[in-house]
């Protein structure tokens, strides 16, 4: 099955500094990756997405970026504002059938005024 | 709000026992997934069911099943609780193979989740 690595766990920047979270996935066959953000206490909730056939999207403030070949997705948060502090979950997902998600573990993203 | 819905808010229950888990999809999102989050595991998949049909099964253990209803709301059934079994569990509804629901492709919408604790 698949497995998704997410780094780093944890990740500090100051207002206004740029964040990027990384993520791995191990099989070939996966060609959705979704971003999903919980603040503390409250349901994930998907802020971006991309496709295999993409290399890059991006909405706002926040990007994502796919090298299928490496098999990595990262996601890029530019000028950071306190309330991006929330854990951000990394997902991928193989495009047959009834397919679900595999989930990385997380990173907690703190964003210091 | 996501419009999933989930009852009940926080569950707290002795070892050994049995609880049921309430989950109402959006309207007309037929698949209806189930996670369990711990803090040192993120989110574990479950089992997902679609159009009352069991779909795909995760890390679900033998003590926990669940079903899907013909009004499309869905159960989760732990048994035999274990302290290890304390755990924020959601479930999340989306319309199924090929939805474009939302404005992202095949999203999954999370409902509030149920706070279990095992005493």
């Known amino acids: 099955g698949e497995n998704v690595e997410q780094h780093p766990s944890t990740l500090s920047v100051q207002e206004g500094d740029s964040a990027v979270i990384k993520c791995t996935y191990s099989?070939?066959?996966?060609?959705?990756f979704p971003w999903y953000k919980q603040e503390l206490g409250k349901r994930p909730q998907l802020i971006i997405d991309i496709r295999s056939n993409v290399g890059e999207k991006k909405d706002q403030r926040i990007a994502v970026t796919l090298n299928k070949t490496a098999k990595h997705f990262s996601l890029h948060i530019t000028e950071t504002q306190p309330e991006d502090s929330a854990v951000y979950f990394c997902a991928a997902r193989e495009n047959s059938g009834y397919s679900t998600l595999t989930f990385g573990k997380g990173t907690m993203l703190l964003v210091s005024p | 709000d996501s419009g999933v819905t989930q009852t009940p808010k926080h569950l707290i229950t002795a070892t050994g026992q049995r609880v049921t888990l309430r989950c109402s999809p959006r309207s007309g999102d037929l698949s209806v997934y189930w996670y369990q989050q711990s803090l040192d595991q993120g989110l574990q998949f479950l089992i997902q069911y679609y159009n009352g049909e069991e779909r795909a099964k995760g890390n679900i253990l033998e003590r926990f099943s669940a079903q899907q209803f013909p009004d499309l709301h869905s159960e989760l059934n732990l048994s035999s609780l274990e302290l290890g079994d304390s755990a924020l569990y959601f479930c999340?509804?989306?319309?199924?193979?090929?939805?474009?629901?939302?404005?992202?492709?095949?999203?999954?919408?999370f409902g509030p989740g149920t706070r279990l604790t095992v005493l």
């Open positions: 099989d070939s066959a996966s060609n959705y």
């Open positions: 999340a509804s989306s319309g199924g193979q090929g939805s474009t629901s939302g404005r992202f492709y095949n999203e999954q919408f």
